[in-house]
């Protein structure tokens, strides 16, 4: 078992910035990764990035590149989610998720966070 809890998030107006973190306990190893996701209302859940947790394999989706930045703490095993230049379209709940598998294949997503809401405001 993996828990996963979120912190972070909030409304933000456009431009501005926000952090979700993401403290995972319980059973992981270091061969994991983390992701993260978010789903608008009427809308699918996307995969918004993932960080191996061994090395530095990041991933992002076309969406957040250049905006977004995952990082972790493997020390207090942290992922979080720097959320740069907002806009409206970035407005979802957010959720982490981990994965004992590929960072890119979202159906090996095993635990996930209680999610986050994230508003931003034109």
């Known amino acids: 078992q993996v828990q996963l809890v979120q912190s972070g998030g909030g409304l933000v107006q456009a431009g501005g910035s926000l952090r979700l973190s993401c403290a995972a306990s319980?059973?992981?190893?270091?061969?994991?990764?983390m992701g993260w996701f978010r789903q608008a209302p009427g809308k699918e859940r996307e995969h918004v990035g993932a960080?191996?947790?061994?090395?530095?394999?990041?991933y992002y989706a076309d969406s957040v590149k250049g905006r977004f930045t995952i990082s972790k703490d493997n020390a207090r095993n942290t992922v979080y989610l720097q959320m740069n230049s907002l806009k409206p379209e970035d407005t979802a709940v957010y959720y982490c998720?981990?994965?004992?598998?590929?960072?890119?294949?979202?159906?090996?997503?095993?635990?996930w966070g209680q999610g986050t809401q994230v508003t931003v405001s034109s």
């Open positions: 319980g059973r992981t190893f270091s061969s994991h990764a």
């Open positions: 960080i191996r947790w061994s090395g530095s394999v990041t």
């Open positions: 998720a981990w994965t004992g598998g590929s960072l890119y294949r979202v159906e090996g997503y095993d635990y």
